[in-house]
């Protein structure tokens, strides 16, 4: 007996044998059971999700044995002939081939005889989108008005080629997708039957290869089967399809965690050794990636459907990445695969976009930028720490002895024990007026520093210069009549304490002047304008102008 491949021999025969279709085939069902059946139908849908056989079925149906049923026998006779194609009441035909005028009239002059066994003549036309426009045209008065036994039932894969004028005259069904869980359901039914060992995880790649099809799924493992023989495992069935192998995966991430750019072109080297186009490749590279997010998650894990040994590899491999990583690497990866399709050299795109990957730094919460946080394991800092202004910083080289050397007296005691108070009063005074002539002179080479810092600091603060210094605090005067930039100041104030503290060596404050009004810079101002606004707002703001060096536009 010639063998009979499994896409024929597990043809659905009735109506609850289509799985994947219940919106079309319930429908159907109460259409016989309410008597409302339509003279015209037409099927449209993806490849192999079963619309022609969907109209068998349905042919079957309206020549059942004791008239019209949902519920028919499919081992009856007449069903038999119209599933072997021999039925002299159903018409099926070829619309790729017989897609001309006079193939129509014929089918015209066909459907006025009446039926011979049953109760309708049925004229099946598979592909009908491939029918030419005066095909369309001598068909459209039969399938409006046909004699009362007589059926149409179309099919195609490109329902816009269709014209408007002959979907208005039918019923139309929508065949969907079909879903990786429901084949799979399906193919471990047949499995079963056909007394096939096969590991979850085989099921479900051919499922996915199958891309929605049922046919294509069964033509997969008719192929697997072939190759592996009664009993298929992951690792032959990989080979037998010309998967990629998931160790190749494995590696593609590793290679991006570590930036291995050797490694990463090594790898590229071997994806291209298994011959499959670069889309797939892409294809591949996602769903590991959305494997290892899903095994990130608490019990994402049981979701993948795979063996339990890759379960427990993904939930390794997911421990060593921060998600939003992994994120990022998947949006890369949907751009290019946007794309990749119709790229000349598909596979330079896939070589540029996983190269490109290589250079992503990991990702940080905006929180901890600007905190200062540093996230990364390599502690490499975001920004340098400020210099404690309390300790003199030994880099810095001693610019002004003769007011050290007063500072000392200042702690000299008499041998009695006694302090030399009027000393000490005459000294204070001295280092002041030494410390305001010391930060005029060295103003320009301040003003530098803080240019080099900070440039949108620097270019305000060269209008104003330093006029007074009492009780620890330097005032600094507006020398044009423009007014400056309040809020850049507010954050550029500690740069500019900081340069003067480190030039003179002790702790300052700063306060701004203008020709018409102050600013103050002191803590409870400060204090007192952070509680006329949301604070944390505030905060963030300023952190982020000072992180990215920008300059508030008013």
């Known amino acids: 007996m010639a063998y009979k491949v499994l896409s024929l021999k597990w043809r659905p025969q009735s109506f609850k044998d289509i799985v994947g279709q219940e919106h079309i085939t319930q429908t159907l069902i109460n259409a016989f059971d309410q008597n409302r059946i339509a003279q015209g139908y037409i099927f449209t849908g993806p490849r192999g999700v079963g619309k022609t056989t969907t109209a068998r079925i349905l042919a079957m149906a309206l020549n059942a044995e004791k008239g019209p049923s949902a519920n028919f026998n499919p081992a009856s006779e007449i069903s038999l002939e119209i599933a072997e194609g021999r039925?002299?009441?159903?018409?099926?035909?070829?619309?790729?081939?017989?897609?001309?005028?006079?193939?129509?009239?014929?089918?015209?002059?066909?459907?006025?005889?009446?039926?011979?066994?049953?109760?309708?003549?049925?004229?099946?036309?598979?592909?009908?989108?491939?029918?030419?426009?005066?095909?369309?045209?001598?068909?459209?008065?039969?399938?409006?008005?046909?004699?009362?036994?007589?059926?149409?039932?179309?099919?195609?894969?490109?329902?816009?080629?269709?014209?408007?004028?002959?979907?208005?005259?039918?019923?139309?069904?929508?065949?969907?997708?079909?879903?990786?869980?429901?084949?799979?359901?399906?193919?471990?039914?047949?499995?079963?039957?056909?007394?096939i060992t096969i590991d979850p995880e085989s099921i479900h790649i051919i499922a996915k290869k199958a891309d929605g099809s049922m046919r294509d799924a069964l033509s997969l493992l008719d192929q697997s089967i072939s190759f592996c023989g009664n009993e298929i495992k992951y690792e032959l069935l990989v080979k037998a399809l010309g998967?990629?192998?998931?160790?190749?995966?494995?590696?593609?991430?590793?290679?991006?965690?570590?930036?291995?750019?050797?490694?990463?072109?090594?790898?590229?080297?071997?994806?291209?050794?298994?011959?499959?186009?670069?889309?797939?490749?892409?294809?591949?590279?996602?769903?590991?990636?959305?494997?290892?997010?899903?095994?990130?998650?608490?019990d994402g894990v049981k979701m993948l459907e795979m063996n339990k040994e890759h379960q427990e590899r993904y939930a390794e491999e997911a421990s060593g990445w921060d998600r939003r990583d992994l994120f990022r690497i998947n949006q890369v990866l949907i751009d290019a695969s946007a794309v990749i399709r119709r790229s000349e050299d598909p596979y330079l795109l896939l070589e540029m976009t996983l190269l490109k990957l290589c250079e992503m730094?990991?990702?940080?919460?905006?929180?901890?930028?600007?905190?200062?946080?540093?996230?990364?394991?390599?502690?490499?800092?975001?920004?340098?720490?400020?210099?404690?202004?309390?300790?003199?910083?030994?880099?810095?080289?001693?610019?002004?002895?003769?007011?050290?050397?007063?500072?000392?007296?200042?702690?000299?005691?008499?041998?009695?024990?006694?302090?030399?108070?009027?000393?000490?009063?005459?000294?204070?005074?001295?280092?002041?007026?030494?410390?305001?002539?010391?930060?005029?002179?060295?103003?320009?080479?301040?003003?530098?520093?803080?240019?080099?810092?900070?440039?949108?600091?620097?270019?305000?603060?060269?209008?104003?210069?330093?006029?007074?210094?009492?009780?620890?605090?330097?005032?600094?005067?507006?020398?044009?009549?423009?007014?400056?930039?309040?809020?850049?100041?507010?954050?550029?104030?500690?740069?500019i304490e900081k340069e003067i503290s480190e030039r003179i060596d002790k702790n300052i404050k700063v306060r701004f002047e203008n020709k018409h009004d102050k600013i103050s810079k002191d803590d409870s101002s400060h204090q007192k304008n952070q509680e006329e606004v949301d604070s944390n707002d505030e905060k963030v703001f300023d952190r982020i102008v000072e992180v990215f060096d920008g300059e508030p536009i008013k």
């Not at 426009?133 to 269709?162: C, M, S, Y």
């Not at 590991?288 to 095994?295: A, C, E, F, P």
């Not at 009492?470 to 740069?495: A, Y």
């Open 361 to 495: 730094d990991q990702s940080i919460y905006i929180e901890q930028l600007l905190s200062n946080v540093n996230p990364d394991a390599n502690n490499i800092p975001i920004e340098k720490k400020k210099p404690n202004l309390d300790e003199p910083d030994k880099n810095i080289p001693d610019q002004n002895n003769d007011g050290d050397k007063s500072s000392e007296s200042t702690m000299n005691r008499k041998e009695d024990g006694s302090s030399s108070l009027n000393s000490e009063h005459q000294v204070s005074e001295n280092k002041v007026e030494k410390d305001i002539e010391y930060i005029v002179r060295e103003w320009p080479n301040i003003l530098e520093n803080i240019n080099r810092i900070r440039p949108t600091v620097g270019s305000i603060v060269e209008d104003f210069i330093p006029t007074s210094f009492e009780n620890n605090v330097i005032f600094l005067e507006s020398t044009t009549s423009n007014s400056f930039n309040e809020k850049l100041m507010e954050m550029g104030t500690p740069i």
């Open 87 to 195: 039925s002299l009441d159903v018409l099926e035909i070829d619309g790729a081939s017989n897609r001309g005028i006079e193939e129509i009239r014929g089918i015209r002059e066909q459907i006025k005889f009446a039926p011979i066994k049953g109760d309708y003549k049925v004229i099946i036309i598979d592909e009908v989108h491939m029918l030419t426009n005066q095909a369309f045209n001598a068909l459209l008065r039969t399938l409006e008005e046909p004699p009362t036994h007589g059926k149409f039932i179309f099919a195609t894969t490109d329902i816009h080629k269709v014209p408007a004028t002959i979907i208005s005259r039918c019923q139309r069904f929508d065949f969907n997708r079909l879903s990786i869980g429901v084949i799979s359901d399906r193919l471990q039914y047949i499995i079963n039957n056909e007394n």
């Open 243 to 298: 998967l990629i192998e998931q160790n190749l995966f494995f590696d593609f991430t590793s290679s991006l965690k570590n930036k291995n750019y050797s490694g990463m072109i090594s790898l590229l080297s071997d994806f291209s050794e298994f011959g499959v186009p670069a889309s797939e490749v892409l294809t591949g590279l996602l769903d590991h990636i959305r494997n290892l997010i899903y095994s990130g998650i608490d």
